[in-house]
């Protein structure tokens, strides 16, 4: 069951894993990530496959009509029919064994980051559907934050977004006038 031996002094259990940071520079920083979503030299340098997509960022609409009954095979194919698939399969052909010892520490496996969908109450259907979408992750709006938008410290990831999670950015970002 064990491998090797004991770690010579092990990591403490009162070790500082987070770092206060200031809520405004907090706040500047994710409207940065989220308006580097929008530029396609940033996410094409990210490493995802956007050359098919019609628009950066990419706005679904049409999922409002089936909230809870939205199933992952309608998701897929709404996603193909964006130009998403490349993005997607990339994804899939990247899951690899991780190198070291963390393949006996539970986390055997590693995959690439694909597209992030952001969605709202009324499409809450989506987050059901897309959670057995490989790398696909999801988000509700106003819980965006820095480590989803920017993974690694890298902007630029592929979002998708429902329509009308996109009309309420306004309200949580503001716009030129408030």
Partial sequence: MCRKARMFAPLKIWRKW???VNITQRRHAVAAALAATAVTPLVMARGHQVSNVPEMPL???GLEKSNDSLTTKQLLASLMSFGVGDDLLKVRKSKNTRAGKGKYRNSRYVMRKGPLIVYNDETSGVKNAARNLPGVDTCH???LNV???APGGHLGRFVIFT???FKSLN??????TK
């Fill in 147 to 149: 480590l989803q938008l």
């Fill in 18 to 20: 987070h770092r206060k």
């Fill in 171 to 176: 309200h949580i970002f503001g716009t030129h």
């Fill in 59 to 61: 706005v679904v609409g």
């Fill in 163 to 165: 329509a009308d999670a």
């Fill in 141 to 143: 709006v106003q819980r």
